[in-house]
């Protein structure tokens, strides 16, 4: 199973997203499965002009819990995740980094399941 070679992704939360995504090939960008999963902030425009964010229950909720879990147990026992984190959080704060974590998680695991490969954690810690 490609999603237990994720760090992090144990047998339920493997689970919780096979069932949840269904069948990836109905996502053609990875845009678009990372906003059904709520991993990214839906922007409200009209006529050129941006005026926030809003419908923050757009998506799918457990989806969003399932990747937030899966970077909380991606940074146990895993010190080039830690520092990679520490980075992220001098920048940003702690909890804006583990959301980008989380991010980071859902676009690798759409091209995971699209290209049938296993997760490669220094191509994925990286940028």
Partial sequence: MLLRSVPGIGEILSLVILYEIHDIDRFPR????VSYCRLVKCKKESAGKSYGTSGGKIGNAYLKWAFSEAAVLFLRKNPEAQAWLERQA????KAKALTILAHKLGR?????????TVFDQQRFLIA
């Fill in 108 to 116: 690798a695991v759409y091209f995971m399941m699209k290209r049938k």
């Fill in 30 to 33: 990875v845009q678009d499965f």
């Fill in 90 to 93: 001098n920048k940003y704060t």
